[in-house]
């Protein structure tokens, strides 16, 4: 089975401008995962999606959404981008979300912020 | 609370035994992860174990379960380089089943 997939793989974009970062999940994998990393804040959580309704979400603003798809692909958007939003996003996915799955990740976007 | 903790630094030797800890918060977790994580990219499952075991054996990886004090350790033996990376624990939050990660611990193996 392929593995979790995640594109762009690196970005660049400028302060204000929106950003949409997409997720591929394992065949079959129903559940889909976002996370914010940098180096000051470690891995934070983004939202989960399951079934194509948001389950979980972390405390991050607004400006941070997501959605999932029939076929269980998900992206997620920025909108507004600040210099701190630069980061490593990564999505992970798992079968259907329950307390005995085990999460796969992808290998993360690169996000630039200048 | 939400913390799972984890020391930020390890150092050891190449060939020593490498000891990662991590103190979760759930009782009622299932499973509980180690995943590792290599510069620059994604995280990958390295093993897991099941709440009703104290200890799982995996080639260069032990994995020891104290369910009472809620602590979960990651023993890595022969230590290479190539084991240089961040640690991260996790559990699973039983009531919302969202993965809930350690801060991680970087490792760093000297040659």
Redesign the interface.
Known sequence: KAGVTQTPRYLIKTRGQQVTLSCSPISGHRSVSWYQQTPGQGLQFLFEYFSETQRNKGNFPGRFSGRQFSNSRSEMNVSTLELGDSALYLCASRGLGGPTDTQYFGPGTRLTVL | GEDVEQSLFLSVREGDSSVINCTYTDSS???L?W?KQEP??????LT?IFSNMDMKQDQRLTVLLNKKDKHLSLRIADTQTGDSAIY?C?E?D?G????I?G??TRLKVLA
């Open positions: 977790s299932t499973y992860y995943y620059g990219a994604g995280l990958q499952l897991y991260f996790a699973v039983s919302t089943y969202k993965y990660f801060t991680g």
